[in-house]
């Protein structure tokens, strides 16, 4: 954990948010919150000090004033400054609270007491230094992709085929674990989660532990594909994949050694216009598009094998 980081302070329109938190993510922020402050959004983000230089902040900062131009909006005001440790924990927590997503989650900071009256799914969080609040728009599809997802499993079955209840899911680009507990949370019978990072690994096994679930229930490995296949007993039912749309099409070509006939797909972290080109690389491969769900100018592409 670094000692020191960059407090990056950016105060843009709305219409940019989301914009705003695909950029941050891709530099490699840590901890993304954002506030309303009269007609704008003040978005903060947090970076290890060790990772960039004043400079590389410079060129972000061109990156946000030029997103704003294309889309015709004002240009962002950006700050930034060094802050230690304590301050980092604290400063970006404070601007996070309880959010309602879809029509049956919510999303309750770990540090913050649960509601005692709520009939949502409540999944407690603390992302740590890991990507994935729910604050974004990809997170969000995801969620209320899953839903739809287990509304169709919980539908009445015959007797015969209550055995299509026992959905195993596969999330690679874990994160926070977000959208793992909440397959879980929904009715998964397991699911199996991956990421690269090992601060996401860890942010997913603690934010476990804080939702009260069994590492049997949800087993999380440091990795990608490679790692996923050799953890599985079997195909799985599900797969949700909130990456990049470059890291979804480079994956897809090998997600039927962990497929079945009847496993669907649920793939964000796609802008709208790079939405053909994964919708072409899945199609390619044997997956049929369901639906393409929309939030600004991020989808999320629900899909299936057969």
């Known amino acids: 954990m670094a000692n020191t980081w960059w407090e990056l302070q950016i105060l843009c329109e709305p219409e940019l948010e989301d914009s705003v938190f695909w950029r941050l993510e891709n530099f490699g922020c840590r901890g993304t919150a954002s506030e309303r402050k009269g007609n704008n959004f003040l978005i903060k983000s947090y970076l290890p000090q060790f990772q960039a230089q004043p400079s590389d902040l410079a060129v972000l ?24 440790e304590q301050d980092w924990a604290s400063s970006w927590k404070q601007y996070w609270q309880p959010q309602e997503i879809g029509d049956r989650f919510l999303i309750n900071p770990a540090w913050l007491p649960v509601p005692e009256n709520s009939d949502r799914l409540i999944l407690r969080l603390d992302p740590g230094v890991a990507f994935g609040t729910g604050a974004h728009a990809t997170t969000q599809l995801c969620l209320e992709s899953l839903e739809m997802r287990f509304s169709e499993v919980n539908k009445p079955f015959l007797e015969k085929e209550k055995e299509s209840q026992n959905v195993v899911i596969a999330d690679i680009g ?57 953890l599985l007993e079997q195909p799985v039912d599900g797969i949700v994949c909130n990456i990049l749309a470059d890291v979804i099409i480079n994956l897809v070509p090998d997600l039927s050694a962990i497929a079945k006939p009847s496993t669907w797909g649920i793939f964000s972290g796609i802008l709208l216009e790079q939405s053909k080109a994964v919708v072409d690389t899945l199609e390619k491969h044997g997956w049929v598009v369901a639906n393409i769900w929309r939030q600004n100018e991020w989808c999320c592409i629900n899909v299936r094998r057969s």
């Open 61 to 84: 900062s061109q990156w946000l004033r030029q997103d704003a131009l294309c889309m015709g909006l004002s240009v962002p005001v950006v700050q930034w400054e060094v802050i230690d």
């Open 174 to 230: 874990c994160g926070s674990g977000i959208l793992s507990i909440g397959s879980l949370l929904l009715g998964a019978t397991k699911v199996y989660a991956v990421d690269v990072d090992p601060l996401a690994v860890k942010s997913t096994a603690e934010n476990r532990a804080l939702n009260s679930i069994s590492p049997e229930r949800l087993v999380v490995a440091e990795g990608s594909l490679d790692v996923l296949t050799e």
